[in-house]
């Protein structure tokens, strides 16, 4: 039976990958998608979404429009690697009425919400909200896995990853309900890059969204040799997405994850007591290797 999942998405281009696999791979089944800022403004985010959507042809799944800002500070700048508007057609559909925080409430609530895992991939504001409108759902969300985060090194500054960076206070919320979370952070994402000849390959599959995730790969696979010299690029969150398709390609280590909110160089970060020496209760279980052989598969058996 196919695994039930929601996605939150700040589309952006590897967003846009970890769409198409969720929702074309016969192991999931891709209930929801809510959109929150994060790559760009919520505007931009959310038509991207609307446009893969559409493209992709998944235009049965409904599109939920989020938050537009965080919780409580000012909005980060976005991520140079991401394309602020994708290469695809305008879309003619539209978001559903009620918003993220709302859906999720009501979501989580029904009959159907505890049978049903929570991916955030962008920043956490959607969920933050709605566990403080609802604290009831922290104990209907089974389980919860996101890219997120880093327990060595961030991207956006030494200490934070973007997605925790761009909220950090919603990421707290998230991180202290209680529901199980698997963090799936850089030094897991840094393992699967892609290179040009994947994206070239993975083209050839012969269905339209392989052909859209192969032209949106091979934009970040460019911008991460063009910028930081690497030999192919990550597509952060669709690994996130495969480890549902099957979660042993993630070795995993419990840990507890504090979220960093006051430090002038620090504020993000994502604080693991790796060693499990400070003796604090783990909150996460957090990737430390994937199998990107078996990710790999994941990638061209989904879109196919
Ligand atoms: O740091 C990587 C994350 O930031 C990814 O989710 C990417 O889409 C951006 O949101
Ligand atoms: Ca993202």
């Not at 104990?139 to 934070?160: D, Q």
């Not at 480890?243 to 006051?262: K, N, R």
């Amino acid at each position: 039976m196919p695994k039930k999942i929601i996605l939150d998405v700040d589309t952006g281009g590897d967003d846009a990958v970890a769409i198409l696999l969720a929702g074309h791979h016969p192991e999931l089944q891709l209930e929801a998608v809510t959109v929150t800022h994060g790559n760009g403004p919520l505007l931009t985010t959310l038509d991207n979404t609307l446009r893969v959507i559409e493209a992709g042809e998944l235009s049965h799944i409904p599109v939920f429009s989020g938050a537009d800002r965080p919780i409580v500070a000012d909005p980060i700048p976005t991520k140079p690697v991401q394309r602020s508007m994708l290469p695809l057609p305008s879309s003619t559909f539209t978001p559903q009425p009620q918003r993220a925080a709302e859906f999720l409430i009501d979501y989580y609530l029904s009959p159907q919400g505890p049978s049903t895992c929570y991916v955030p991939l962008g920043p956490q504001t959607n969920l933050a909200l709605a566990l403080r409108l609802e604290p009831k759902i922290a104990e209907r969300i089974p389980s919860i896995t996101t890219m997120a985060g880093a327990y060595i090194e961030g991207n956006t500054t030494p200490s934070a990853e973007f997605n925790v960076l761009a909220d950090p206070e919603a990421a707290h919320i998230v991180f202290t309900a209680g529901i199980p979370i698997t963090m799936f952070g850089l030094e897991v994402t840094a393992q699967a890059l892609l290179s040009l000849d994947d994206a070239e390959e993975l083209g050839k599959r012969g269905t339209i969204w392989a052909e859209i995730a192969s032209r949106i790969i091979k934009d970040e696979v460019l911008w991460f040799m063009n910028n930081l010299g690497w030999d192919g690029g990550q597509i952060y969150d669709a690994c996130a997405v495969a480890a549902l398709v099957d979660p042993l390609i993630l070795e995993t280590q419990p840990m507890h994850v504090a979220i960093e909110l006051f430090g002038q160089h620090s504020r993000g970060r994502t604080v693991a007591d790796i060693s499990g020496y400070h003796k604090n209760p783990p909150n996460v279980n957090v990737g430390v290797r994937i199998d990107r052989d078996r990710f790999m598969e994941i990638l061209f058996e989904g879109l196919s």
